[in-house]
Each structure stands twice: as C-alpha cells, then as structure tokens.
C-alpha cells in the first residue's frame, strides 16, 4: 500500500479521532480510505445519472400516457 502525509485542520483531526473513538474505524488510515472509496463510488453514480439525464434529454418527448410509462416502470422493475 502507497503511503501519505496529510496535513488536516484542528476540527477535522477531532472528527478522526472521534470516529476512532466511537469504534466506527480502527484507525485514521482505514477512515481515510474509506472516504476516499465513498466519493469514488459517488463520482461514478454521478457520471451515470448524468449520462442518464442526457440519454434522456435527448431521447426527447414521449407520446405515451402516464399510465403506459407507469405499467412498464412496473414490469422493468419486477424483472430486476
């Protein structure tokens, strides 16, 4: 595993070390990493939606009813 110094402000040292107190994480190194693993997976459900939304944009208007759109919501989601 890399090795890094970071330097953190006061407030934030305190936030490590309370969830270290509090057990949550055996060590600042683990918290750290997790945080990083969090936003990483955040960047990527981000990159997605937001291809979803340009599919979608330009896909444009639907000429289906609302109770159509709805029906097939339903049968996309029983399947998964």
Known sequence: MARQTITVTEP???WLKQ???ENEYASKSELINDL???QREQ???RAWLRNEL???EKSGLSTK???EILEEA???AKYK
């Open 12 to 14: 934030n040292d305190r």
């Open 36 to 38: 990083i693993r969090r």
């Open 19 to 21: 969830k270290i107190e």
């Open 74 to 76: 339903k049968k996309r």
């Open 43 to 45: 960047e990527l459900e």
């Open 65 to 67: 009813k609302m109770a």
């Open 54 to 56: 340009i599919k979608g």
